[in-house]
């Protein structure tokens, strides 16, 4: 059984930064693409970023030059670097893993299109 872990986050003043760890436990798929997604108060659940097995990270354009995914295949672990936060960032951040066919694969934008999701973890961002 598949299980992921969120930790990290909290909450900063904004222009400040944090950030989120995840890790994947019984796991066994290699090649799958690991990714984060968040969901405000009220809003739907959106994607942030995401890597794949390769190492191609995409991101949302409004966190694009401000954060930074990265991964340790042999551990299961991904990290969400979250940098110069506003509040417009603060919400449930939640990690994700699938399976998307290949090691080049694009991960999907969709949550719908994910399978595995960690319990999530608050970002919370004052002005």
């Known amino acids: 059984q598949v299980h992921l872990v969120e930790s990290g986050g909290g909450s900063v003043q904004a222009g400040g930064s944090l950030s989120v760890s995840c890790v994947a436990s019984?796991?066994?798929?290699?090649?799958?693409?690991m990714g984060w997604f968040r969901q405000g108060p009220g809003k739907e659940r959106e994607f942030v970023a995401a890597?794949?097995?390769?190492?191609?990270?995409y991101y949302r354009d409004s966190v694009e030059g401000r954060f930074a995914i990265s991964r340790d295949n042999a551990k299961n672990i991904v990290d969400l670097q979250m940098n110069n936060l506003q509040p417009e960032d603060a919400a449930v951040y939640y990690c994700?893993?699938?399976?998307?066919?290949?090691?080049?694969?694009?991960?999907?934008?969709?949550?719908?299109?994910?399978?595995?999701w960690g319990q999530g973890t608050q970002v919370t961002v004052s002005s």
């Open positions: 019984g796991w066994t798929t290699r090649g799958g693409a």
């Open positions: 994700t893993a699938h399976y998307f066919g290949s090691q080049r694969a694009r991960p999907s934008r969709s949550p719908e299109a994910w399978r595995y």
């Open positions: 890597i794949n097995w390769a190492g191609t990270t």
